[in-house]
């Protein structure tokens, strides 16, 4: 059974850092796509960051600069280190999967994901 753990959620003030990791199991997941994709209260969805396979990473323009994803395949694991938070940061966050070849970097072509982990930014 495939399961996507997320951890290192939790409350930190603005201009704070948080590591988020995520560790899967249940299946390898080092030839494909990972993400880590954010939902705010009363908002969509949205793919904050996503890895290659091979490394290559993507951000929305709100977190470039700030957050870093990362992989090791080694370990199944993707993590997401945040830097300089922002109150607008707050948010569920989930890391997903698309086992889908070639990858399509969509948040609607990701095929597992975790429970989410909460973080919340004050002001």
């Known amino acids: 059974q495939v399961q996507l753990v997320e951890s290192g959620g939790g409350l930190v003030q603005a201009g704070g850092s948080l590591r988020l990791s995520c560790a899967a199991s249940?299946?390898?997941?080092?030839?494909?796509?990972m993400g880590w994709i954010r939902q705010a209260p009363g908002k969509q969805r949205e793919l904050v960051a996503g890895?290659?396979?091979?490394?290559?990473?993507y951000y929305i323009d709100a977190v470039k600069g700030r957050f870093t994803i990362a992989r090791d395949n080694a370990k199944n694991t993707v993590s997401l280190q945040m830097n300089s938070l922002k109150p607008e940061d707050t948010a569920n966050y989930y890391c997903?999967?698309?086992?889908?070849?070639?990858?399509?970097?969509?948040?609607?072509?990701?095929?597992?994901w975790g429970k989410g982990t909460l973080v919340t930014v004050s002001s």
């Open positions: 249940g299946r390898t997941f080092s030839s494909y796509f």
């Open positions: 890895i290659s396979s091979g490394g290559k990473s």
């Open positions: 997903a999967v698309d086992v889908n070849l070639p990858a399509t970097w969509s948040l609607n072509a990701m095929d597992y």
